[in-house]
C-alpha cells in the first residue's frame, strides 16, 4: 500500500473520531486477527517472533539471531500472504553496522513493505551499555538516518521515540508517526502502583506531544508499551490527553492476551469465583467513591491481591483520602485494623489451599504473600491456634 493512502486513511479514521491501532507481531496468526478487528496497520518485529516462543520480548536485542533476516524471513512467509489491505511495516535494526541502509531500504520496498519502524531501537539501552554502543556508532541518529531515507523513498514512517529532543529529530527526518515509546510493555497481576505508572506515562506523553505540535501539529501521534496494556489503560490515556490519536501494541496483543486466557482457563478446572482484575482497575481509575465505599475497596483490592506486597497507604493514596481516615474507617466498620484483617485473610487462604492441595508448606506461605516462612507460621499458630504443618497432616490422614 503506497504511503499517500495510508495517511489518507488513516486521517480519515482520526477525522470520523476512530482511534489509530497498530499491532507489532510476530506471528501470521496474530497479523490475521489482528485485521479482522480493525487494525490500521501491522508492524513486524523480531521481539514478536520472540514473544512466541514463549521468551522475553528483549530477545530482540540481544545476539539469538539477526533481527533485520528474521523479519524478513517470517513477514514474507507467514504476514505478507495473509494480508492484503492492511499496511504492513518492517520492523528495521536501524543500527546494524553490516548493511548499506540505502540498499537495504530499497530490498525492503522491492518485497512489498509500505514502510519502516525503527526497532530495535537503543532509545531503551540505558546505562554504561548505552555509552559504550554510542561511542561505537551504534546510536539513536542512524535510527533518524534510517527514517530520513524511506521517507525519501516515499515509505510510510513510524518512528519510535522517547523523549522531546528524539521527537524533534524525527520529525525534521521526515517520519509521518511519532510514537511515544513507554518501555517494556508492564504484565501480570495490576496493583496500586499501576495507577501512579499511568500517571507517569501520561505526564511523559503530553511533554513530548507538546513538541510534535510545535513543529507539526499534524503529525500522528500515537504511545506504546510501557504501562498501557489493556483497553482501560488506553481509555484513560485518551481522557487525560487530547493530542493522542492511538495505540501501538505488541504484548497486549499477542503475549497478555494469550497468558491470561490459558492461564485463567487453567485455573477455571480448579478454582471457581474469582473476580476479574479489570473490574477493580476500572473503578480504581474512574474513582474509587464513584463506585462504592473505600472499605469495600479496600477489601476488594486485598481479595484480589492478597498474594504480593499491599501498602495501606497506597491504597489511601488510590483512593485520594489520608491514610489516617481510610484506616479509621476501616477500624469501625471492619472492627479490626487493616494490619489485621490482611493477616487473617491470607491464612483462611492458606487453610483453603492446605486442605485443597498436597503442596510444601513453603510454597503456601509464599501463596499467600509471606516471603518468610517463620513468619507465616508464627502468624497461623497466632491466628488458628495450630502450626501449619497440623492442618496438613490432617488433610493427609483424612485423604
Do not use: W
Amino acid at each position: 500500500m503506497e504511503r499517500e493512502k495510508i495517511l489518507e486513511n488513516i486521517k480519515a479514521e482520526i477525522k470520523k473520531g476512530n482511534h489509530i491501532i497498530g499491532v507489532a507481531t510476530g506471528t501470521g496468526m496474530t497479523a490475521k486477527y489482528a485485521q479482522n478487528g480493525g487494525a490500521d496497520f501491522i508492524l513486524a518485529l523480531s521481539s514478536g517472533r520472540f514473544r512466541l516462543m514463549g521468551r522475553s520480548s528483549l530477545g530482540g536485542y540481544l545476539p539469538f539471531c539477526n533481527s533485520n533476516d528474521m523479519v524478513i524471513d517470517f513477514a514474507t512467509k507467514e504476514i505478507m500472504p495473509l494480508l492484503k489491505n492492511v499496511p504492513i511495516i518492517f520492523g528495521l535494526n536501524g543500527t546494524d553496522p553490516t548493511i548499506d541502509m540505502d540498499e537495504y531500504i530499497d530490498k525492503i520496498k522491492a518485497m512489498g513493505f509500505s514502510g519502516i519502524n525503527n526497532y530495535p531501537t537503543v532509545g531503551l539501552i540505558d546505562g554504561k551499555f548505552s555509552e559504550g554502543i554510542e561511542e561505537a556508532g551504534c546510536c539513536y541518529a542512524k535510527e533518524v538516518e534510517a527514517i530520513r531515507i524511506a521517507r525519501e523513498k516515499n515509505l510510510f514512517t513510524v518512528a519510535f521515540v522517547f523523549n522531546e529532543e528524539h521527537a524533534e529529530q524525527m520529525i525534521k527526518a521526515g517520519a509521518d508517526v511519532i510514537c511515544v515509546h513507554l518501555g517494556l510493555t508492564e504484565g501480570g497481576l495490576l496493583g496500586a502502583k499501576k495507577v501512579f505508572s499511568l500517571e507517569a506515562a501520561k505526564v511523559r506523553a503530553a511533554s513530548i506531544f507538546n513538541k510534535c505540535n510545535e513543529l507539526n501539529p499534524n503529525i500522528v501521534k500515537l504511545i506504546y508499551g510501557g504501562p498501557v496494556k489493556t483497553p482501560i489503560d488506553i481509555q484513560y490515556m485518551y481522557s487525560n490527553n487530547e493530542d493522542l490519536m492511538g495505540y501501538i501494541g505488541g504484548s497486549a496483543f499477542e503475549r497478555i492476551p494469550s497468558e491470561k486466557s490459558i492461564t485463567n482457563v487453567t485455573k477455571a478446572f480448579k478454582v471457581s469465583g474469582h473476580l476479574d482484575e479489570d473490574d477493580l482497575m476500572i473503578k480504581m481509575l474512574d474513582g474509587v467513591k464513584k463506585h462504592y465505599d473505600y472499605v469495600e475497596f479496600v477489601k476488594e483490592y486485598v481479595y484480589q491481591n492478597y498474594m504480593h506486597d499491599i501498602l495501606f497507604s497506597d491504597l489511601a493514596k488510590v483512593a485520594h483520602v489520608s491514610r489516617s481516615y481510610l484506616s479509621t474507617l476501616f477500624k469501625r466498620e471492619v472492627g479490626c485494623t487493616f494490619s489485621e484483617y490482611l493477616v487473617k485473610f491470607r491464612i483462611e487462604k492458606a487453610v483453603e489451599i492446605l486442605r485443597r492441595e498436597n503442596i510444601q508448606l513453603s510454597e503456601v506461605a509464599a501463596l499467600v504473600g509471606y516471603k518468610d516462612y517463620a513468619q507465616f507460621s508464627k502468624m497461623f499458630k497466632k491466628y488458628k491456634g495450630i502450626p501449619p504443618k497440623e492442618i496438613k497432616l490432617k488433610n493427609k490422614n483424612i485423604t
